[in-house]
Nanobody, 126 residues
């Protein structure tokens, strides 16, 4: 069973930066598709960014394009979400998700993923 652990959350002011990390157990991360999702208070979980086994194949939500970047560090078996230019509307609990892809990929859908972390809080103050 794969377990995911997120870290790197915190509280920053508008315009600040944070980098989140996701570390798995029981599987090499390079063999899994990885996604980042977030859930604000009173809202449904929404897609943020994802990457498949190929580093060049990535996707991100329109709301974070140009500000957030997802990338892997295969040597450390870790996936990251680098967040720049943070805004108050980015405030949410951020979750890492993963799946061994077989067949059609649905990287933007939370229902597609098999493994989830417990989440890390990101708070952006005005």
């Amino acid at each position: 069973q794969v377990q995911l652990v997120e870290s790197g959350g915190g509280e920053v002011q508008t315009g600040g930066s944070l980098t989140l990390a996701c570390t798995p157990s029981g599987r090499t991360f390079s063999r899994l598709a990885v996604g980042w999702f977030r859930q604000a208070s009173g809202q449904e979980r929404e897609f943020v960014a994802a990457i498949n086994q190929r580093d060049g194949d990535a996707a991100s939500a329109d709301s974070v394009k140009g500000r957030f970047t997802i990338f892997r560090d295969n040597n450390k078996n870790t996936a990251h979400l680098q967040m720049n230019g943070l805004r108050p509307e980015d405030t949410a609990v951020y979750y890492c998700a993963a799946k061994e892809p077989r067949g059609l990929r649905r990287l933007r859908s939370p229902d597609w993923y098999d493994y989830w972390g417990q989440g890390t809080q990101v708070t952006v103050s005005s």
